[in-house]
């Protein structure tokens, strides 16, 4: 008989999800002692009944490695240690529903589990790793805020997006004698948002690692101007927060969804700046979810395949309780502990940050 891998996607979606699927089923055929299915939204596959699970064999999985997205769904409100159940009366209430997973997979008899995943969904499978569960993370998020690896799959499509968003905006904005503002994704990271500049070109570039000083952001911005001419682009990350003040964002009010849902502060700068005195004419644009659909580049395809890989040689190896990484440029793997350990934020010595500084790029501060 043989063994038998359950994969899973979970939290927000990401280009190249699709390729570590791929990856993993082709070489699990490839070594021929081994069968893949796959579970629906993360673990919710496993909670309901009957269960919801596909086979994931060759042909299901031909030709979906350019294909954003997940084939087999994801949710990033079904944490089964606090899965939101709704009550009689309306209401919802989180119970843990760990157990029913185990059984689940016993039920159908899982050997390996492989969870491909940002921060919330590692620290899931750290929980399930400690209740005996022989679990492999595969990290993904655009926003590349995981510490453990140099870099996740998605981020540096999400990266040509935004890219591509500044290079259509310069034009726009040197016609009009505009100031363009795009806020772009990274949760509490500036990583889209620094890449961005540096790929696109940009006078300002806020963070959420650099608080701004609303009136250097604005000299800087008027510095473009003579006599009434100029333009300017500005990128600000979502998480991006003025000096004393705080994030923009509001709860989701949706059950089990664990984050605050950010969003606006591009809007929030603009009258800022229209405040402060700026010169320019004031457009903003935000880039929304544009940074996860689409078809992964490149870059992404290959990184997605060879964490596909090696997420499935370490169950050969029953090598459970890591995660897949890059590191020192290398496929490789740590534990599940060391991958959700630390944010990944961007640090002051980051010689990208550093390049931006010495492009003339105000960071605000
Ligand atoms: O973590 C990925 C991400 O796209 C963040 O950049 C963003 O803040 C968040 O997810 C959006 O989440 P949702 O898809 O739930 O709106």
Known sequence: MKKRILILTGGG?????????????KSAENAGDWEVIGSIEAYNGLLTSPFQVVSLNELAVAGIHFRGGTIIGTTNKGDPFGFPVKQADGSVKTVDRSQEVMTALKQLNVQAVISIGGDGSQKISQQFFEM??????????????????????????????????????????????????????????????LHAALGGGAEVCLIPEIPYDIDIVTERINERYHAGKGFANVIIAEGAKPKGGSIVGKESGEAGYGHVRLGGIGYQLAEELKANGCQGDIRVTVLGHLQRGGVPIAFDRVLATQFGVRAFQLAQESKFGRMVALVDGKISDVTLKEATAAYNYVHPDDFRLKSARAMGISLGD
């Open 13 to 25: 979606d990401c280009p190249g999800l699709n390729a570590v699927i791929r990856a993993v089923v």
């Open 132 to 193: 005996g569960m022989p679990v492999i993370g595969v990290p993904k998020t655009i926003d590349n805020d995981l510490s453990a690896t140099q870099m996740t799959f998605g981020f540096q499509t999400a990266v040509q997006i935004a890219t591509e968003a500044v290079d259509k905006l310069v034009t726009t904005a040197a016609s009009h004698n505009r100031v363009m503002i795009l806020e772009v994704m990274g949760r509490e990271a500036g990583w889209i948002a």
